[in-house]
């Protein structure tokens, strides 16, 4: 467990569920040690895995006590709030957000939006030098991170200009000085990571999420703020407001670029952008195509760092509605900064190319001998029993993982446990038909059963009423629900110690029988009988001590001596 990756499981926490493998778009999960941990460098950090966890054993480093930390030790720290904001905080006016920041202890509070205009501004700049080509966002670090990890050759297709948060931080120390100190909120994972490498430009991320917790924790409440004329810095945001919205950075670039130069689309969602990644190379665009690809469907809106679960339509419609109340001429020109960046520090995944062999032997030791044994049933998280099989073979996953090999080595222990109990077991359903049984039943009940078992072993599905003289215990157990322990049964010479209990209340019952002729059977249950009677004396005795006296001594060692006798003859015959 390493508490200092952006994302981590909690180990005490995880009840290895598959859930987050089932749902992780890389498969960046290593099932060990009782728990499924992150393959740091197999993540794309888009945060799936917390919001769907369901144990909530997925979860998100906590950087709140380095942010306190920093404002402890320095006078000059800016919040950059992420635009996503309005949909996070709704009905709260931004002055309300900004005073509550301050509050906390922040020199000044500006939008991250801004740095998106930027990121806009440049990547127009940047298409337009080309003559034609694949062109794709790096405003999501997430993808970025997917792209350069899993997807290496279409890295170079990735506009090369930092993040809007980056964008905003260096901008934010061409205003306030090369001393100031950044924190950046907003609704993505991925940019603690982003942050990680780029320290000396934002020294922390944190999510709304921490946001939130750090206001309560502090006492800051909005509803006891008033209203003051306290604003972001140096100015508010216009058209980088919408990036936070699929779609939202097409806006921007085209708006800086020239009519018809460029045909600009865009996608969301971890499914539709590795869908669109894949297709790519299948392309020969004869204009220049700008992608827009974020990891979160819908937009950032619905990040993994957000509490707000209003619908996409909701959270569009407020941040639009906000974007027509702020005035475009408001917004000031922003300096002219380099923003450029490179990727060659996110080094590809090594995906081993395994042997056929290797992947048959792999199968063959989760029960899959032939291909209609790989049912892909995806219980394991894996799409497909190959793509498990290959997990095993990299060490990312257990055999115990694959619910069908698990559910047939528990029949098999199941059986050959049953056909090693000397007593009869006869499992019945609600409709009185048998689901199991083992042979010493089938000896029980004469030889016609044993015969119907040879050819039918277990005797599923037959009619137990037809099997069994005393089927009316196994119903009245179904009907009532009421166990019927230790009852003497006798029929066809033999005598039965029958108990019927209840499996699943209604539905499933079991039978156990012992039978009592059987020498080994009869002394134990004589010796069972004897001790009972020793105890049941011994209760007496405590209870009339003083009428017994010396006769419930006597009793006592005349029984022990009975049970003695019957356990010395039995060693001896063994």
């Known amino acids: 467990m390493n508490k200092t990756a952006p994302i981590y499981t909690e180990a005490n926490n995880c009840q290895d569920c598959y859930k987050c493998i089932r749902q992780c778009p890389v498969k960046a999960i290593k099932v060990g040690l009782g728990m499924a941990s992150i393959i740091e460098e197999r993540c794309m950090y888009c945060g799936h895995c917390v919001t769907i966890c369901p144990a909530k054993a997925k979860k998100v480093r906590n950087d709140i006590s380095k942010a306190q930390a920093i404002l402890r030790h320095s006078n000059n720290v800016v919040a950059s709030i992420a635009p996503s904001y309005i949909s996070e905080f709704p009905n709260i006016s931004s002055t309300k957000i900004v005073k509550a920041l301050k509050m906390l202890g922040f020199k000044a509070v500006s939008e991250t939006a801004l740095g998106a205009e930027v990121v806009s501004r440049e990547t127009a700049s940047y298409i337009k030098d080309k003559d034609s080509g694949v062109f794709i966002s790096s405003a999501c670090p997430s993808v970025v991170e997917l792209i350069c990890k899993y997807f290496p050759h279409l890295r170079d297709s990735i506009v090369p200009v930092h993040s809007p948060m980056l964008a905003h931080g260096k901008l934010i120390k061409e205003w306030y000085g090369d001393d100031v100190r950044t924190i950046f909120f907003g609704p993505c994972i991925a940019k603690k990571r982003e942050s990680d490498d780029f320290s000396s430009i934002i020294d922390v991320a944190l999510t709304f999420e921490d946001l939130k917790s750090w206001l309560e924790e502090e006492g800051v409440d909005f509803d006891l703020i008033p209203d003051t004329e306290d604003t972001f810095e140096p100015n508010v945001a216009h058209l980088g407001a919408i990036y936070p919205l699929d779609g939202g950075m097409v806006a921007g670039v085209a708006q800086n670029s020239d009519s018809n130069t460029a045909i600009f689309m865009n996608f969301s969602g971890p499914d539709a952008v590795r869908q669109t990644l894949h297709n790519i190379e299948g392309w020969d665009p004869r204009k220049k195509l700008f992608l827009e690809l974020l990891a979160c469907t819908g937009g950032c809106i619905h990040g993994p760092g957000t509490s707000e679960k209003d619908s ?74 190959r793509d498990f099989a290959a997990a095993l073979l990299d060490g990312r996953a257990e055999r115990n993982m694959c619910a069908s090999y698990m559910r047939k080595v528990a029949h098999d222990k199941a059986t050959v446990l049953l056909q090693k109990i000397p007593s009869g077991i006869l499992l019945v359903d609600e409709n009185m038909k048998v689901i199991e049984s083992n042979k010493s039943f089938a000896k029980m009940m004469g030889s016609e059963i044993e015969m119907i078992y040879e050819a039918n072993p277990g005797l599923e599905g037959a009619a137990a009423a037809k099997l069994v003289p005393f089927h009316k215990l196994f119903s009245s157990v179904i009907a009532t629900g009421n166990d019927i322990l230790e009852r003497d049964v006798r029929f066809d010479g033999k005598i039965l110690k029958v108990s019927v209990f209840t499996v699943l209340k209604h539905k499933i019952v079991c039978g156990i029988m012992r039978d009592l002729i059987n020498p080994e059977v009869r002394n134990d249950e004589i010796i069972k009988r004897t001790q009972k009677v020793i105890q049941e004396n011994l209760e007496t005795v405590q209870k009339i001590a003083y009428l017994l006296g010396e006769n419930a001594s006597k009793t006592e060692s005349m029984l022990n001596t009975i049970l003695e006798a019957y356990q010395i003859d039995e060693s001896r015959e063994g």
Do not use: M
């Open 312 to 385: 996409t339509a909701t959270k569009r419609y407020k941040i639009q509605t906000e974007l027509f109340i702020r005035d475009a001429k408001a917004a000031a020109e922003t300096p002219q900064i380099d923003i450029s960046r490179s990727f060659i520090s996110i080094y590809p995944v090594q995906k081993r190319q395994h042997a056929e062999a290797d992947l048959t032997e792999s199968l063959s030791a989760i029960g899959k001998l032939s291909s209609k044994d790989e049912i892909n049933c995806g219980g394991c998280g894996y799409e497909s029993c």
